[in-house]
């Protein structure tokens, strides 16, 4: 590490949050708002694939900058970016298949190889995939990259078993499910590598999210439970602002006994 990352890391603390059980229930909505509200703005409010891109890359842009320049986690700005980077991320997929026409089993095999690359060039560079140092904005860049790959490769993923399977948006999200449930008992009864595990966890959960996310906006005809994008998405959206709001309360007070001793 160099004179000036040394600095840097005297300068920042760690700019993701702890993995709990908080952390996967707010990814998880957070998942399925990428995927309601892509649908919301692109078809309901006719904006189309194009338009909605560019404003919700605009918005992204505009979340990360305070991400960037915040010197730790600060847990509005940090859900704000993956909330907006979820619906990105859908979007880059979309477009792919929906617009330009590229199968499925193309967008899947690409994001995949496109997060596994962003993997290697990252262990090349820091020597460790660990969320637990993210201190320098080089590691912050790779985070984010990551997390970009991971919810384009999990959309297309997703919608390649359930609508290019023909498996339905219930099945499907058993399907992710139980993947994510293995992933769990690989890394608690099977000691799987804790680092390793999490990735495979957080890839995995973006397709379970987007299935859980259709089930509950689709139709009725179409396989779904008819409640809506709209109110799919209010009620996520509202779930994860409490729950955001209760982290940074616990952050305030944790940050109050550290000054107090």
Known sequence: MNTLESNETLKMLNKVPEVSLVFWIIKIMATTIGETAADFLNVNLHMGLTGTSVVMGVLLAGALLLQF???????????????????FGTLVSDNLVDNLGVALETTTTLFGVALAATFVAWYASERTLSIHTIHTTRREMFYWTTILFTFALGTSAGDLVSEGLKLGYALSAMVFGGLIILVTLAYSRFKLNAVGAF???????????????????????????GLGTVGTSALFLVTILGLVSYLTLVQRKVAISVETN
Not at 209 to 224: I, R
């Open 69 to 87: 320049r915040a010197r730790k986690y600060v847990p509005w700005i940090y859900w704000l970016s993956v909330v907006l980077i979820s619906v």
């Open 199 to 225: 990735w495979m966890a957080y890839v995995l959960t973006r397709p379970f999210g987007a299935s859980c996310g259709d089930l509950l906006s689709q139709g009725v005809s179409d396989g779904g439970l």
